[in-house]
């Protein structure tokens, strides 16, 4: 999504007292705007990577299941998958996953193990799940933390996963849950947030929304295939949606802070922000934070505990 170029300095007035006016200076411009190294989403990428390999060895499938049962043992020993019958997706088994904290609403109820409510975000259920889930993370979340680095998208991945796996306990039945895509959709939903609170700093505007809209429904579509549990999804991506207004505000186009303004010229400068970023910055935090605590309530003073899988 292209952004407007920085624009030349709106001078309107020359300096102060009775001096004639300084002419404009051909590079008192805004400065381009900082960079930022990713590491912190390629260290995330890391940790899903290690963490996997972690569980398939806690997993010992020869020693649990029996070595001819289990798939490729001959090539993976110990790190061996699970049968087909079990885990289509070349993964543990469910009593592993439950083990390293998958999340299971029973345990987070009534053994007050709300942990799990994080700590499922790093579990995945096979190979196949962690390569969906590790490429979206790569895809997204490189751009978002060069572009606003890694305090603010660690904060949005880390609150967006936590309202995608508190919904999906909220909303779950027979099985326990575990994956990255509530944190992932989460980053789905800041990135089109960023876009509209930033609106007028975007050229091709409604080709930017209507190909991230695409993308976002693509991606929600996929939540309703057997076995996969939307309630995270949509979770992630509402908490990750209002987070952008919070998180990923940039100044409007045209703004130039006062350290970039050389001695000497007074400036018609424009607000660091505009009326509708506040509004929308207060709004969202105010929601954010009644539908967490909400969630929290409902999930501990509910009804019938239910499990569900991302």
Not at 51 to 73: H, I, K, Q, R, W
């Amino acid at each position: 999504m292209a952004k407007r170029p920085p624009s030349p300095c709106d001078i309107e007035a020359g300096p102060r007292g009775t001096r004639p006016p300084l002419p404009p200076s051909p590079h008192f411009q805004p400065p381009t705007p900082k960079t930022w190294l990713s590491w912190l989403v390629p260290l995330i990428f890391a940790a899903n990577i290690m963490m996997f390999v972690y569980t398939m060895y806690v997993n010992d499938c020869p020693a649990t299941t029996g070595e001819e049962e289990c798939l490729l043992s001959a090539y993976l020993g110990r790190l061996s998958f699970q049968p087909f019958t079990e885990n289509m997706l070349l993964g543990p088994s469910i009593t592993t996953l439950i083990k390293l904290g998958g999340l299971q609403k029973k345990l987070v109820v009534e053994e007050g193990e709300g942990w799990r409510l994080l700590s499922c975000m790093w579990l995945h259920a096979g190979v196949i799940h962690l390569v969906a889930n590790m490429l979206s993370l790569l895809f997204i979340g490189i751009r978002l933390e060069q572009e606003f680095g890694f305090v603010r998208v660690g904060i949005l991945y880390l609150l967006s996963g936590f309202g995608g796996s508190l919904l999906s306990a909220l909303n779950s039945k027979t099985s326990i849950s575990v994956g990255a895509s509530g944190a992932l959709f989460g980053l789905l939903g800041g990135v089109l947030s960023e876009l509209l609170t930033n609106w007028t700093i975007y050229e091709n505007k409604l080709a930017a929304l209507l190909t991230l809209v695409l993308i976002i429904s693509l991606n929600l579509a996929v939540g309703f295939l057997p076995r996969v549990d939307n309630s995270a999804h949509i979770g992630g991506f509402l908490s990750g949606f209002l987070l952008g207004f919070i998180l990923l505000v940039r100044p409007q186009f045209g703004y130039v802070s006062p350290k970039h303004i050389p001695p000497g010229y007074d400036i018609k400068r424009k607000p660091r922000h505009k009326t509708y970023q506040y509004l929308l910055w207060v709004t969202a935090l105010i929601i954010l934070i009644f539908g967490f605590a909400y969630g929290s309530v409902k999930l501990y003073n509910g009804e019938t505990p239910y499990i569900v899988p991302i």
